[in-house]
Every structure is written in structure tokens, then in C-alpha cells.
């Protein structure tokens, strides 16, 4: 088997520029991802909001 890599100290960084320009072309689509699956969490906030509202109106209609 033939060394393809070529000698010890030469190191060649094209391997590393090729994963960092990967890994910033696959970025983007994790923060749309991110962005899309926030919408049930706002709707989660708003649920309690509006429960804590309900049970704060109940038991201010109790006490009064």
C-alpha cells in the first residue's frame, strides 16, 4: 500500500477548510429549523398566561 497522505510534516489544511465551509453551509438551516420549532413554545407561554389569568380571576371571584 502506497502513503497518500504524503510526508509527516507536510500537512495539507484543505481537509479543515472543506469542513468548515460544510459545517457553515448547514448553519442556516439549523437556525430555520430553530425558528420554526419556537412556535409551539410561544403558544406554550401564551397557554400559561392565560391559565394563570383564569385561575387568578377565579379566585379573586371567590374571595370577593
Sequence with gaps: MAN???????????GSTQMFRAFVDEAPQGRQQAAASSGPRVGLIIGI????AVVAAVAWLALK
Excluded: K, L
Design 4 to 14: 497518500t497522505q504524503g510526508p509527516q510534516g507536510n500537512y495539507d489544511p484543505a
Design 49 to 52: 398566561v392565560v391559565a394563570v
